[in-house]
Nanobody, 122 residues
Framework: QMQLVESGGGLVQPGGSLRLSCAASGFTLNSDAMGWFRQAPGKEREGISCISSRDGSAYYADSVKGRFTISRDNAKNTVYLQMNSLKPEDTAVYYC???????????????WGQGTQVTVSS
């Protein structure tokens, strides 16, 4: 059974950092592009970052560029999202997903994790 499990969310103060992890089971990540998405209450799901399986090229939404870094460790079958300089507007449920190619369009992703809550508040 193919499964993605996110972890690492929590409560952090503005300006703080968190690192999210997305562990895959039932398949290997090295043939899939991986993406991170988030959804805040009352808002649409937003693609924030993705990474290619072929060359590790990373892409970011303008809202997180320069603050977030996506990476992957194929040996551990895990993708990470390092989030720095967090802002209250980063508060959302964060999801990872797998797709045939890197894109920030959620409709192109086949497999999704259950999400992890990130709350940025003082």
């Amino acid at each position: 059974q193919m499964q993605l499990v996110e972890s690492g969310g929590g409560l952090v103060q503005p300006g703080g950092s968190l690192r999210l992890s997305c562990a895959a089971s039932g398949f290997t990540l090295n043939s899939d592009a991986m993406g991170w998405f988030r959804q805040a209450p009352g808002k649409e799901r937003e693609g924030i970052s993705c990474i290619s399986s072929r060359d590790g090229s990373a892409y970011y939404a303008d809202s997180v560029k320069g603050r977030f870094t996506i990476s992957r460790d194929n040996a551990k079958n895990t993708v990470y999202l390092q989030m720095n300089s967090l802002k209250p507007e980063d508060t959302a449920v964060y999801y990872c997903a797998a797709a045939p190619y890197p894109t920030l369009q959620s409709t192109e992703y086949d497999y999704w994790g259950q999400g992890t809550q990130v709350t940025v508040s003082s």
